[in-house]
């Protein structure tokens, strides 16, 4: 019978103490295994034990990865030997955009089958605009500072009148609660026609007319999405529900 070969052998060095357990060292010693290693796990349990490897092996940062003697380096250095893609946090995504328009058709649709015993309405159409202005106010609402830093580099109004940048989270929450709940709607309507319509402008001049490629403040300071025909299509879509509600209201 042919004997099996070993599995290849790793080593690993990772930071697991009382108060902290290095996350990435976790994830590499997940990777490994999943890759068909036998690790080696070795723990760094104080800080002045961590600080003695980084200078005996000259390296600034924990985990680091030894394969048959050889330092490959941390995690990301782990997933480049192995052929793996790493994770570019500069780079533009749209997944956040993703996250909040698919968790309002979510809401939506499970608040129309309670409501009405199934979930495709007109107000779950209603309710996923409604929704939506909220989550992204949400977004923008944990961070009002570094959301109002990024939407002045390309607002009309904000650069002209600074403290719209911070007002503007505000007013798309309180016209997305008021649409959901149909209440209000002679200020709902307003403020939705108002900054959807501003925004829309602006995100057509910066893109279109200026061709500049800058990041959207619309999922809040940090994001990574890039201005362009989404960020459009959200203020274009406050402007229809503003428009749709106005015609109900009529």
Same mark, same amino acid.
């Given at each position: ?29 997940? #990777?490994? %295994?999943?890759? $068909?290693? /036998? +690790?080696? *796990?070795?723990?760094? =349990? ?31 250095? #782990?997933? %480049?030997?192995? $052929?793996? /893609? +790493?994770? *570019?946090?500069?780079? =533009? ?38 929704? /939506? ?118």
């Amino acid at each position: 019978m042919e004997r099996q070969a070993a599995p290849p052998t790793a080593t690993l060095h990772r930071m697991v103490m009382d108060k902290h357990v290095c996350p990435w060292g976790i994830r590499a010693l997940h #990777l490994l %295994r999943r890759s $068909g290693f /036998a +690790v080696e *796990d070795r723990w760094l =349990t104080t800080r002045e034990a961590t600080e003695v490897f980084k200078a005996e092996h000259g390296v600034k940062t924990t985990p680091q990865v030894f394969i048959d003697g050889q330092r490959i380096g941390g995690h990301d250095d #782990l997933r %480049r030997h192995l $052929g793996l /893609a +790493v994770r *570019d946090p500069h780079a =533009t995504s749209y997944v956040p955009v993703i996250a909040v328009f698919a968790t309002a058709a979510g809401l939506a649709l499970a608040a129309s089958t309670a409501a009405f015993g199934t979930p495709l309405t007109v107000r779950a159409g209603e309710w996923f605009g409604a929704f /939506a202005m909220m989550i992204l106010a949400m977004l923008k609402l944990q961070d009002v500072d570094s959301f109002a830093t990024m939407f002045l580099g390309y607002d009309l109004l904000a650069k002209r009148w600074l403290p719209y940048a911070w007002l503007y989270p505000f007013l798309e929450w309180t016209a997305g609660a008021l649409m959901a709940a149909h209440w209000l709607d002679v200020v709902s309507i307003p403020i939705a026609l108002f900054i959807g319509t501003v925004g829309a402008v602006s995100v057509f001049r910066a893109v279109y007319v200026q061709k500049r490629d800058i990041k959207c403040a619309c999922v809040g300071g940090s994001s990574r999405v890039p201005l362009g025909f989404v960020s459009l299509s959200e203020n274009l879509g406050m402007v229809a529900m503003a428009a749709w509600m106005l015609g109900k209201y009529l």
